[in-house]
């Protein structure tokens, strides 16, 4: 399993922090959205004995924007995250096969100072919405849908309320249209890091089902494998791999 956190410069934690703080809680693997620190992240493989990898994440005021960032950014990094949070963003990221994953689809950007939950770091008033077209799309694109848990954590009162409806909307239509989906607790700091147990038991007590969410967790090292194997030299197009004959042009 694992978690895809915020480090430091976009977070309060070094990647250093997070694998280590992540190996002792049972985790596989961190993914980082943070930065171009891709030759750190071979060491730290090495020195903390978890999988660290790489991720994009894409903040922009609207779809034209994201474009040329995602763009850019899927020939440099395994994973390529689009932060959404109003309509606009929510259905540009779900209609690209380029997009790996859309994260925050009703909270919008964190930003700095917040507890990560993204409430103080949303772009002004977030409108995004996930309905029945974008989770089809998202089927059809094979971009997963984040579920977050940072709310349901660090939040309390209406918002967490709010936010816990729009959970179980969103696990429904997963399930109804087959979409794929990650989740995380989008940890700004290794102290926010939950172990995968306990997300699971904070799943079943909220009614997503603790398996639900361990699907969810497990999605992420899929994701990251599918990636690397797309990058390898080994590959040409979707089943199709290089052979000991094939040479190229």
């Given at each position: 399993?694992?978690?895809?956190?915020?480090?430091?410069?976009?977070?309060?934690?070094?990647?250093?922090?997070?694998?280590?703080?992540?190996?002792?809680?049972?985790?596989?693997?961190?993914?980082?959205?943070?930065?171009?620190?891709?030759?750190?992240y071979?060491?730290?493989?090495?020195?903390?004995?978890?999988?660290?990898?790489?991720?994009?994440?894409?903040?922009?005021?609207?779809?034209q924007?994201?474009?040329?960032?995602?763009?850019?950014?899927?020939?440099?990094h395994?994973v390529?995250?689009?932060?959404?949070?109003?309509?606009?963003?929510?259905?540009?990221?779900?209609?690209?096969?380029?997009?790996?994953?859309?994260?925050?689809?009703?909270?919008?950007?964190?930003?700095?100072?917040?507890?990560?939950?993204?409430?103080?770091?949303?772009?002004?008033?977030?409108?995004?919405?996930?309905?029945?077209?974008?989770?089809?799309?998202?089927?059809?694109?094979?971009?997963?849908?984040e579920?977050?848990?940072?709310?349901?954590?660090?939040?309390?009162?209406?918002?967490?309320?709010?936010?816990?409806?729009?959970?179980?909307?969103?696990?429904?239509?997963?399930?109804?249209?087959?979409?794929?989906?990650?989740?995380?607790?989008?940890?700004?700091?290794?102290?926010?890091?939950?172990?995968?147990?306990d997300?699971?038991?904070?799943?079943?007590?909220?009614?997503?089902?603790?398996?639900?969410?361990?699907e969810?967790?497990?999605?992420?090292?899929?994701?990251?494998?599918?990636?690397?194997?797309?990058r390898?030299?080994?590959?040409?197009?979707?089943?199709?791999?290089?052979?000991?004959?094939?040479?190229?042009?």
């Amino acid at each position: 399993m694992y978690e895809a956190v915020h480090a430091h410069p976009d977070g309060r934690s070094t990647a250093a922090r997070f694998a280590t703080t992540a190996e002792r809680d049972g985790y596989d693997g961190v993914v980082v959205r943070a930065g171009d620190a891709a030759p750190e992240y071979d060491r730290l493989r090495e020195a903390c004995g978890v999988d660290v990898v790489d991720a994009a994440e894409i903040v922009a005021a609207d779809p034209q924007h994201a474009s040329g960032a995602v763009g850019n950014a899927r020939t440099k990094h395994t994973v390529v995250i689009v932060s959404g949070g109003t309509n606009a963003l929510n259905r540009f990221a779900v209609e690209q096969a380029r997009v790996d994953v859309l994260v925050r689809p009703f909270e919008g950007p964190i930003g700095e100072g917040t507890d990560g939950d993204g409430r103080n770091g949303r772009r002004g008033d977030a409108d995004g919405d996930f309905n029945h077209v974008l989770a089809k799309a998202a089927r059809d694109n094979d971009v997963r849908i984040e579920v977050n848990l940072g709310p349901v954590l660090r939040d309390r009162g209406g918002h967490r309320v709010r936010h816990l409806t729009k959970l179980r909307k969103l696990q429904r239509l997963i399930d109804h249209y087959d979409a794929p989906y990650v989740v995380s607790a989008n940890p700004t700091s290794h102290l926010q890091l939950r172990a995968p147990r306990d997300l699971a038991a904070v799943g079943e007590e909220i009614g997503l089902g603790d398996e639900w969410i361990r699907e969810g967790l497990d999605e992420w090292g899929r994701l990251v494998a599918r990636n690397r194997e797309r990058r390898s030299e080994s590959f040409i197009a979707p089943g199709v791999e290089r052979g000991r004959y094939e040479k190229d042009d």
